[in-house]
């Protein structure tokens, strides 16, 4: 989410009770490391700190103030005596900057950003036996080219999703089955395609490449070397002309679909939630090329200050009905299937559903070393998916 503006995604939310969830305990010292590449990873837990600074999007860390029926921060002071210090920002951008000035504890991270913040050694390396609720976490979250790096952990999954393609079912009696509406056959819809608003979207571009142009040779959308970026420049370019909005806001996406302003477009799962709730003439579908999506991760500051509330965050948040709480009321999918007990729309979200999960390809910063991993090639790094976009929305 390099240029993405996040909210609570929901517009009605059913209260969760939060009930009394174990903890970590232990004794010894929690250290987070400071040297460059992020230190070594805790051994043991200490005496829980006094307080812990969290950075994270808005909505992860509700305290009540916004809904006194949303509130997963209280029972963790509780439990723990940690007081949570919370700060949100408002797009990947923003979080790698701010945890460079080392005043948090804990950042809640996109796959866009989760590599830089490792590269830079902002962030430790996190022992994930210090922290019972991961053994629950879906396997397909874990050890991935956004969260870990040569096997070891960097953090623990949050919650995911897939970014779909949203459609007027007045426009489309028909589902359609591909990417192609938006790409080689926008023109038919021209000025009412809507696209998402970020250097990462240039990855959907790619996804599709992967199926109607195999002779680019691309395993990975977030690994591109300069012929592959270019023919995903090039799409979205050519695509450009059929945009009629680009949005980030997803309320606005909402209200574009409501009016008929788009018809057809990315979007996610949440969005036509909503849309439905309006009784909106719109479904949504995983094309059959697959799509992008999203899994956040909870990391740890390199220099935390509280290191042992940090430890005690990660796995209060990825406990059961914690997780189901938060990734609830934010839209998405929950990281466990026992988390899916405190929910009533796992279904919707397809949570747990490896199958549906193997189609999506999960926002990961693109970095020079490919994480496809070719050697033989350069990949385009994020500061050129930067620039490209600016290009392409001209």
Not at 27 to 53: I, K, N, R, W
């Amino acid at each position: 989410m390099m240029h993405k503006t996040r909210g609570p995604r929901s517009l009605a939310l059913t209260a969760l009770a939060i009930g009394s969830i174990a903890v970590l305990a232990g004794c010894g010292t929690a250290g987070g490391g400071g040297s460059a590449g992020g230190g070594d990873e805790a051994e043991e837990l200490g005496d829980f700190e006094s307080s812990v600074s969290i950075l994270a999007w808005p909505g992860y860390v509700e305290d009540g103030t916004n809904d006194p029926a949303v509130d997963w921060v209280s029972g963790f002071e509780e439990k723990t005596g940690c007081t949570v210090e919370a700060k949100t920002y408002g797009t990947s951008d923003e979080a790698v900057n701010l945890m460079k000035t080392g005043e948090y504890d804990v950042v809640a991270a996109s796959g866009d950003a989760t590599l830089r913040l490792i590269a830079a050694g902002d962030v430790a390396p996190v022992n994930t036996d210090l922290i019972p609720s991961y053994a629950g976490v879906f396997d397909f979250l874990k050890d991935k080219e956004w969260n870990s790096v040569d096997g070891q952990s960097y953090g623990v999954p949050h919650g995911y999703g897939a970014n779909l393609l949203l459609y007027n079912t007045e426009v489309f009696p028909e589902a359609p089955t591909s990417w192609d509406v938006v790409f080689d056959g926008a023109s038919a819809y021209s000025g009412k395609v809507t696209a998402y608003d970020s250097p990462i979207y240039i990855a959907d571009a790619a996804v599709y490449l992967m199926t109607h142009q195999p002779d680019l040779g691309i395993e990975n959308p977030y690994a591109l070397d300069e012929t592959q970026f270019q023919a995903a420049v090039d799409l979205l370019k050519e695509q450009r002309a059929h945009i009629g909005e680009y949005w980030s806001d997803y309320l606005k996406e909402v209200q574009a679909f409501e009016t008929g302003d788009s018809v057809v477009g990315t979007t996610w799962q949440v969005i036509q939630n909503v849309l439905a709730g309006e009784e909106a003439t719109t479904e949504v579908v995983l094309p059959e090329e697959g799509a992008t999506g999203w899994s956040d991760t909870w990391m740890i500051a390199s220099d935390a200050k509280s290191p042992n509330c940090a430890y005690a965050w990660l796995d209060w948040i990825a406990s059961p009905e914690t997780n189901a709480a938060a990734t609830a009321y934010f839209g998405e999918a929950p990281s466990s299937q026992e988390a899916c007990d405190y929910r009533d729309d796992c279904e919707a979200y397809h949570a747990g559903d490896a199958d549906y999960a193997s189609q999506i390809w999960y926002w990961t910063t693109p970095i020079a070393d490919c994480v496809d991993g070719r050697t033989d090639v350069e990949c385009v790094d994020y500061s050129k998916w930067t620039e490209a976009w600016s290009e392409i929305k001209g």
